[in-house]
């Protein structure tokens, strides 16, 4: 099988120049401070097909690609993946790989941008993919009882045919998973008014490495029964536990919806304007912005291309009742009406309103009109400081002579900077990953955060200690080690650190 | 000192005949599967005065007192009391008691109702009333930065002066602080709709055990940057570490407030009535319910008490802008005026609203009325089943021959159950435990929750394995003992254990 894999993956660099293909590293000899992984032998793998049935436990080298990539484009094949359909088969897989000390990578629909789910230590990829049902939508108190693998928009309709609304809502929601989203703790744009996946987990059930299932959370609103577990595995990337169920909470559904596009011919203004906007009581369900870059490379997209000098454009929504909404309308308008910068129009009809939503939403596929390869980053700084973050990537841009565009969610200060770089160019590739290193450093001196909503996989991992002193970083390791003691979970993931490898 | 100690313990116990008088458990032999606590022996009482200043170190037999109690009211002495100033000094103690190894229990206001802060092995209360700042009230960002010592109340209202809202309100907001309500993870009547005190602290400050400083969350309002540690130092009742300093998140300061009061001659439909305004996209900033017997022993402080036959009563608040209250006005009174059963009315002014607060507050010393003891929980289920939950206190209430009344947060179901007792009727104590015992196990089987605000303590610990399986007690308490090896912090509290004690 090492032989055949690795005839593979050379066909595979053959097919996909532009990506990196990495082979299970179990087939490598790499240093560890943790432990020694195993390869998964014939007889591991008819133990976990007998738990998962033999058609839910594949080695066939056409699925384990399927299974090999995320949204980050890094390729790392798993040695195999299996589909569970239940959480008892969950935890029997993880008692397997306890016993026998093989990795496991829990994966949703793999569109994580951070490589959370890539099997970057070979091992099985456990796909969450079969155990995607809503098992109960509790109307009266507002609750949905999902299993991780559901798709997020498929919640989202589900609830809305109710009269309810469960308000996560990241850019890949049509193909993403509930259970993906909690791990990874995804974001998006209605973030500003109503928080990100966290916000909406109220308990879980999870496994643990050890195979044992454990509880978070309640189903009520409050609820402090010794520790909160529940944050503690949402954002924690797979590498605490699996998540086999989520209790989602939901909201009445807003009655209406208004629409509105703010175009400024000043940077400064624009992202003034965000904090003015938050600090007057008018709460946003989205307050989008992008910089001219992104505008240029959309604007063919909209019906009225934003006028020459526009610097910034923002994309705001209100929710709530009419009423609510046509008081916050007024307020806007007397904002926005004061300034000769800044002009905005509303969408008149859901055609108009799906038009910015398509330009905005097209930004980041666009991206690549400018070069063939991005570096993506999706930093947070207190919404005061946005000018002074996006200012700096200007600045950079000019300094490194690179093409920088920067869009995201202004409301809450998560701002998305895409380093647009060709990676046959050597030198531009290294211009762009000093850009980023440059970046994380302002960044952190802006009193911002690494990451807003893509988590920190294997892409940050090296830069975690600007934004984390020794002995929190200790800490974290040391929770990982006690709940992981073999280090068999998504190991390599959110810290820096080397897999040691070898067959037992 | 351990001579002395018994003197006045026994001298307490005459004072206070109706409170329990423990001494320092280091001078008691019990067992642990712990570890053994010393007690502060002159050298070390000198060495943390040394830290923080002579005058801020006590071992004065009426100082301790002071330091000996909480809400639940029970008393256990410590052997000293320390009020460091910097998170350098509280670091330097912890460093100090993981080398000599005693017991150190960080302490707010002493507010809290089970026992959380209670010195229950003895050793060093660290007192946190001396870091007291609002460091920071970053009004563009709405953000505060704040030391644990600061009374929640001054918060509100240094932030109410510059058009801010801290919404967290617990019943002893005038007294307690906010690393009290952070550590408890303390509720109060606006939670049906903003939240409890875990969805304010974006952020913190905490010192390990081993001294070492932490930092968790961020500034920002999105950030995954690792594991959720803000989270996991919330609600942890002051087990995992000791926090030094708060990021709190503020809202805009709502303009406007209507408060109502809802009458029903029927428990089933006022119950009923809550999750049906909450499921109209009526979203109350208050929602407050109390019983029968709660209406009686408070009535008096009615000027308009209500009717014979008045079987609950809602106090529910609306807030916002003028437009939005009077638009949500309109559908309550709709929802309200169909039925013969309920009536209503909405406080015409300030003293009004006063009045009724009043009533509403005065319910839990009102009590007393009753018996001079009682036993008080606060237990949480999905709100649509609250009828059950009353319901069967009423079942108790008979069939033990007890005294039980129930009120408080309707709106996201957590409903304190006060079972009134006189103590030094044994009988009618047991009686008391025996209702809490069965009031628990109702509780879980409606899928409810054993503390929705007061956390567990001492008084709900031997309970914990009702609610939680034993891989996850197993997981909290191994993630307790990575973080606290010696068990020096706030040791015997959450979890069901005994502690060894000897002097070494």
């Given at each position: 099988m090492v032989f055949d894999l690795y005839i593979y993956a050379s066909s595979l660099?053959?097919?996909?120049?532009?990506?990196?293909?990495?082979?299970?590293?179990?087939?490598?000899?790499?240093?560890?401070?943790?432990?020694?992984?195993?390869?998964?032998?014939?007889?591991?793998?008819?133990?976990?097909?007998?738990i998962v049935g033999k058609e839910y436990c594949t080695t066939r080298m056409a699925d384990l690609h399927c299974y090999s990539y995320d949204g980050k484009g890094i390729i790392y094949l798993p040695e195999a993946v299996a589909f569970p359909r239940t959480t008892e088969e969950v935890s029997e897989i993880m008692k397997l790989a306890s016993l026998h000390r093989f990795a496991v990578v829990p994966r949703g629909a793999?569109?994580?941008?951070?490589?959370?789910?890539?099997?970057?230590?070979?091992?099985?990829?456990?796909?969450?993919?079969?155990?995607?049902?809503?098992?109960?939508?509790?109307?009266?108190?507002?609750?949905?009882?999902?299993?991780?693998?559901?798709?997020?928009?498929?919640?989202?309709?589900?609830?809305?045919?109710?009269?309810?609304?469960?308000?996560?809502?990241?850019?890949?929601?049509?193909?993403?998973?509930?259970?993906?989203?909690?791990?990874?703790?995804?974001?998006?744009?209605?973030?500003?008014?109503y928080g990100v996946?966290?916000?909406?987990?109220?308990?879980?059930?999870?496994?643990?490495?050890?195979?044992?299932?454990?509880?978070?959370?309640?189903?009520?609103?409050?609820?402090?029964?010794?520790?909160?577990?529940?944050?503690?595995?949402?954002?924690?990337?797979?590498?605490?536990?699996?998540?086999?169920?989520?209790?989602?909470?939901?909201?009445?559904?807003p009655e209406s919806k208004a629409t509105f596009l703010v175009l400024s011919k000043s940077l400064d203004k624009a992202t003034e304007l965000v904090s003015t906007i938050l600090n007057r009581g008018i709460v946003p369900s989205t307050l989008e912005?992008?910089?001219?870059?992104?505008?240029?490379?959309v604007s063919d997209l909209l019906s009225e291309p934003p006028a020459k000098g526009t610097e910034a454009l923002l994309l705001l929504e209100l929710d709530g009742t009419q009423k609510s909404i046509d008081e916050q309308t007024v307020r806007l308008r007397q904002l926005l009406a004061?300034?000769?910068?800044?002009?905005?129009?509303?969408?008149?009809?859901?055609?108009?309103?799906?038009?910015?939503?398509?330009?905005?939403?097209?930004i980041s596929p666009a991206a690549f009109k400018l070069k063939p390869h991005k570096i993506s980053e999706d930093v947070a700084v207190p919404r005061s400081?946005?000018?002074?973050?996006?200012?700096?990537?200007?600045?950079?841009?000019?300094?490194?002579?690179?093409?920088?565009?920067?869009?995201?969610?202004?409301?809450?200060?998560?701002?998305?900077?895409?380093?647009?770089?060709d990676k046959a160019n050597a030198n531009e590739l290294e211009r762009g990953e000093k850009a980023k290193e440059l970046l994380f450093v302002h960044t952190i001196s802006l009193e911002g955060t690494l990451?807003?909503?893509?988590?920190?996989?294997?892409?940050?991992?090296?830069?975690?200690?600007?934004?984390?002193?020794?002995?929190?970083?200790?800490?974290?390791?040391?929770?990982?080690s006690v709940m992981d003691p073999h280090n068999i979970l998504n190991p390599g993931k959110i810290f820096p650190e080397t897999i040691e490898s070898g067959d037992k």
């Open positions: 660099l053959l097919k996909f120049p532009g990506k990196d293909v990495h082979l299970p590293q179990t087939f490598k000899n790499i240093s560890s401070s943790h432990s020694i992984m195993t390869s998964l032998n014939s007889n591991i793998i008819k133990k976990i097909s007998a793999g569109t994580g941008m951070t490589g959370g789910s890539l099997p970057i230590a070979g091992g099985l990829v456990m796909a969450m993919t079969r155990m995607n049902s809503i098992v109960e939508i509790d109307h009266r108190n507002q609750v949905a009882v999902v299993e991780p693998g559901v798709i997020t928009i498929d919640l989202q309709k589900a609830v809305q045919a109710v009269g309810l609304f469960y308000p996560p809502d990241p850019a890949s929601l049509k193909f993403c998973t509930v259970g993906g989203n909690a791990a990874e703790c995804a974001g998006g744009p209605s973030a500003v008014k996946t966290k916000d909406y987990i109220m308990g879980l059930e999870a496994v643990l490495p050890s195979g044992e299932i454990v509880t978070a959370g309640t189903r009520t609103e409050k609820g402090v029964t010794g520790y909160d577990l529940t944050r503690l595995f949402v954002g924690s990337e797979g590498t605490l536990g699996i998540i086999t169920k989520l209790y989602c909470r939901l909201l009445p559904l912005y992008m910089d001219r870059t992104a505008i240029r490379i004061d300034d000769d910068d800044i002009s905005f129009r509303q969408a008149k009809n859901e055609a108009e309103v799906k038009e910015l939503w398509l330009a905005r939403r097209s400081r946005i000018p002074e973050l996006v200012r700096f990537t200007e600045k950079l841009s000019q300094e490194l002579d690179i093409t920088i565009l920067t869009f995201g969610h202004a409301g809450d200060g998560n701002i998305h900077v895409n380093i647009m770089i990451s807003g909503e893509h988590g920190i996989g294997i892409t940050k991992s090296a830069y975690l200690g600007l934004e984390l002193n020794e002995a929190t970083i200790k800490l974290m390791k040391s929770i990982k």
